[in-house]
């Protein structure tokens, strides 16, 4: 079992910047691929972010791509999304995922936390 708790969101005008935590707990944390989502009012939960469990090599959506940056700090359990020159369509709740079960791309991880929002106003 991982359990996730997110941190970190709020709200911040256009080209802000913003940086989500995420806290893992109750297994290795080095030894697990983690994943940043969002799900903005009336949408599916996008992929935002992927950092893997041995190389550390981070992946990017398109819509986040330069601006958005993912890392891992294993000595303390907890990831990070640094978010860069945020735009109004950022606006969402961001997850933070586990262990993907599938193509990491895919929301197919195993454990999630509970989400925090993150509010980009114009």
């Known amino acids: 079992q991982v359990q996730l708790v997110e941190s970190g969101g709020g709200l911040v005008q256009a080209g802000g910047s913003l940086r989500l935590s995420c806290a893992a707990s109750?297994?290795?944390?080095?030894?697990?691929?983690m994943g940043w989502f969002r799900q903005a009012p009336g949408k599916e939960r996008e992929w935002v972010a992927t950092?893997?469990?041995?190389?550390?090599?981070?992946y990017y959506a398109d819509s986040v791509k330069g601006r958005f940056t993912i890392s891992r700090d294993n000595a303390k359990n907890t990831l990070y999304l640094q978010m860069d020159s945020l735009k109004p369509e950022d606006t969402a709740v961001y997850y933070c995922?586990?262990?993907?079960?599938?193509?990491?791309?895919?929301?197919?991880?195993?454990?999630w936390g509970q989400g925090t929002q993150v509010t980009v106003s114009s």
């Open positions: 109750g297994r290795t944390f080095s030894s697990i691929t």
């Open positions: 950092i893997t469990l041995n190389t550390g090599r981070p």
């Open positions: 995922a586990a262990d993907p079960r599938g193509a990491f791309w895919s929301d197919r991880y195993a454990y």
